[in-house]
């Protein structure tokens, strides 16, 4: 019998939502006006309840440091994990192959019976896996051990965060 996690959530509230959309938007803009340099880069920032991930190439290694200053100064960042690498922009076959990475993960996940799914935000870079939401650490292992077994995924980052105790 499939362990029962439907007791073990912590979606987040619409203004938790509406706060990680504004994050995103301004962590964003303000690493790109940060350096002209910048604009020559392809950056993606994902926020979950304030923790701040931030992937994509940038053409050069002093440009990681600065994207990570600038994101723990907007307000409502509570953390930031940094995965920005040097190097030229992912290629659209790349890309694609992470989009379909994603959706195979999204689908094993959604199909494992009892699996809270909708709570975890996945994110795939250059296949690499990136999870992140609000749930228990079983939960937090599960979503990495059925990442793992999915064709083609190189490796599964696990950012979650444990819900408050009410």
Request: zero cysteines; hydrophobic letters at 40%; proline letters at 4%.
């Amino acid at each position: 019998m499939a362990p029962d996690y439907s007791n073990d959530l912590s979606a987040r509230t619409v203004g938790e939502v509406m706060d990680d959309n504004n994050i995103e938007a301004q962590v964003e803009e303000d690493i790109v006006a940060s350096d002209p340099i910048f604009k020559d880069a392809r950056i993606r920032v994902i926020s979950h309840s304030g923790k701040v991930l931030i992937v994509g190439q940038v053409p050069e290694q002093r440009l990681i440091p600065i994207a990570t200053q600038i994101a723990q100064k907007v307000r409502k960042v509570t953390s930031v994990h940094n995965e920005l690498t040097v190097g030229p922009k992912l290629s659209a076959a790349i890309k694609a192959n992470d989009s379909w990475q994603a959706i195979k993960v999204k689908s094993r996940m959604f199909t494992t019976d009892n699996f809270p799914s909708k709570n975890i935000n996945i994110i795939v870079e250059n296949g690499i896996v990136y999870l992140m939401g609000r749930v228990s650490k079983d939960i937090a292992q599960r979503a990495g051990q059925i990442a793992s077994e999915v064709g083609g995924v190189q490796k599964v980052v696990l950012l979650f965060e444990e819900p408050s105790k009410l």
